[in-house]
C-alpha cells in the first residue's frame, strides 16, 4: 500500500511539474477554474501580461467579470452562462478585458468544461491568449477599407457631377464652332478654319475624356455580384461590336476555349472590349494582323491573354501604360485617353488577379490577366 501510495504521489508530482513547465513555456495564460468553490489558478503569465498582483481577489471567479469591457460582458456572460448549461465540452469567446494600467487588451479565452456523472459542470481548464496586436492590424485594415470605400463614393459623386456641369459647356462650344464653320467657313482663310477644327477636336477629345473618367469610376465590384459568364459568348459579342473594325483592318482573331468565369459580367466586358480594341488601334500597316485570345486555369486563377502582332511596346513602358491618363504615343496618330488600361487594372484588382505585358517593339504585345477562381 505504501508503495503504491508512493508511485501515485510521484506521479502527481511529475504531472504537477509538466504543467508548470507547460505554462512557462507558453505566452497564453492557462487557468483552472473549479466551479464548485469558485476559485481560479491562473498562471504567472497572467499577471504579467495584465500587470496585476497575485492575491485573494485575483483568486476568484468573480474578480475576471470586473475587467471585462462594460460593452463585452452581457455577451461574454450570457455565452458562458447558455455554454455551462447545455452538454458542451468546450467554450471559446473573444472580448476585451483591462489591464491593471486601465487600458484594454483583445483576448481570446477558451475552455474544456469536465462535468459530474449527470452532467453538471464541476470544473474548467483553459487558456486565454492576447490578440490585441492582430485585432489594432484588423481595425486598422477595416478603418483603411472603410476610409477608401468612402473615397471612391466621393469620386463617383464627383466624377459624374464633373462629367454633367463639364458636358454641357462642351456642348455648346462644339456646337457654335460647328455653325460657325458651316456659316462663315466660305469667308475664312485656311488659318482660321483650322483653328476652328483644332476647338471642334478639341472639344470632342475633352468629351471622350470625361466619359472615360466616368466609366473608371464607376467601375465598381461586390461579391454578391459574381455570377458565371460564358468567357466564349461574352468574347463572342465584343468582337460583334468591334466587327466594323475588324473588318477595316482585315484582322484574323483567333479564339481558344475559354474558361468560364466567376465575376461581374459589364466590367469583365469592359476588360476584354479594351484589350482587344489596343490589339487593333496599335496595328502595322505592312502586316496581317493576328490576334489570339487565349485561357485557361491556374490552380486559384484563370488566366486568359491577349496577344497580337502589332506595333509592340519598349519594355521601359511596360508598367508605365496602366497607369492613369499614361499615354506613349501621339494622340494625332492614336486617338484615345489613356484611361483604357488603367481601368483594365482597376477591374482585374478587383477581381483578384493581376495584369501585366509581355512586348517587343516591332514584333507585338502580349496582355496576359489572372481573375480569382471562385469555383
Known sequence: MRKKVEEQSKEILEANERFELATKATSDVIWDWDLTSNKVFRSAHFF????????????????????????????????????????????????????????????????????DDIGAPIRM?????????????????????????????????????????????????????????????????????????????????????????????KVGFHPNSLEKINAN??????????????????????????????????????LFQNLIGNSLKYRKTDTELIIKISGRVENDFLEFSVEDNGIGIEGEYLEFIFGILNRVHPKEKYPGTGMGLATCRKIVTQHGGKIWVESTLGAGSKFLFTLKNYG
Do not use: C
Not at 88 to 109: G, L, M, N, S
Not at 172 to 189: A, C, G, H, N, P
Not at 239 to 262: G, T
Open 48 to 115: 504579467k501580461m495584465f500587470g496585476y498582483q497575485m492575491d485573494e481577489r485575483t483568486k476568484n471567479h468573480d474578480f475576471w467579470k470586473t475587467i471585462i469591457h462594460p460593452e463585452d460582458a452581457v455577451k461574454v456572460s450570457e455565452n458562458l452562462e447558455k455554454t455551462l448549461r447545455s452538454d458542451a465540452q468546450f467554450w471559446e469567446q473573444e472580448f476585451r478585458v483591462k489591464r491593471a494600467d486601465d487600458t484594454y487588451a483583445y483576448i481570446i479565452d477558451k475552455g474544456y468544461i469536465q462535468r
Open 233 to 270: 459568348e461574352l468574347v463572342k459579342s465584343v468582337l460583334e461590336l468591334k466587327s466594323d473594325l475588324i473588318r477595316e483592318s482585315n484582322a484574323k482573331i483567333i479564339v481558344d476555349d475559354l474558361p468560364a468565369i466567376m465575376g461581374i459580367k459589364t466590367p469583365i466586358q469592359i
Open 125 to 217: 481548464i483553459g487558456a486565454t491568449q492576447d490578440i490585441s496586436k492582430r485585432k489594432k492590424a484588423e481595425i486598422q485594415v477595416m478603418e483603411a477599407n472603410q476610409s477608401l470605400a468612402n473615397a471612391n463614393e466621393e469620386l463617383k459623386v464627383f466624377a459624374f457631377l464633373a462629367s454633367h456641369d463639364l458636358r454641357e459647356p462642351l456642348r455648346m462650344i462644339s456646337s457654335f464652332m460647328s455653325l460657325l464653320e458651316k456659316k462663315y467657313s466660305k469667308d475664312l482663310d485656311a488659318k482660321a478654319n483650322q483653328y476652328i477644327n483644332f476647338a471642334i477636336d478639341g472639344s470632342k477629345r475633352l468629351t471622350t475624356l470625361i466619359n472615360d473618367l466616368l466609366e473608371y469610376s
